[in-house]
């Protein structure tokens, strides 16, 4: 059988504890005043120091946690202090980012040099008369495919 699960936001239930809150506390009350005020003491030590150790308790924070701030409704907002290797790992993008810009920057300058190449071999091999070298449609001429 499947444990059944308990809605603690229900609020029938929260009334419910509320209401057994109270109707304990009034009890306790009622019953501290017939007790020995040396009992009375004791327990209003013990009661003090419970909320100071529940203060602490909230107010420490595990190892490596620091307060990042607090938000509107007063709770802490908590965050860890990153090691050395995360923040070297945090840079790694603008690195890659500024390897991948100088290799497409290489990569252009290499096509741009290869074309010229390309060119320089078409005349360089080519036989045509000194005019065409000034027409206007020879770099067209040049960049079309030989027949």
Known sequence: MKPRRQNFDDPALLGLQNRLAASMSGALSQSAHALPH????????????????????????????????????????LGSM????????SVL???????????????????????AADVDAVL???????????DPGFGEYLRSPPP
């Open 93 to 115: 993008p603008l690195v890659l980012l500024v390897a991948g810009l100088l290799a497409i920057q290489k990569f252009s300058a290499r096509e741009q040099m290869m074309a």
């Open 38 to 77: 040396e009992v009375i003491e004791r327990l209003r030590f013990a009661r003090e120091q419970s909320l100071v150790k529940a203060r602490e308790s909230r107010l420490a924070l595990p190892a490596g946690l620091q307060v990042l701030g607090v938000s509107t409704s007063g709770t802490a907002l």
């Open 82 to 89: 990153p090691s050395w290797w995360q923040r070297a790992l």
């Open 124 to 134: 360089l091999t080519d036989q045509l008369p000194p005019a065409a070298y000034s």
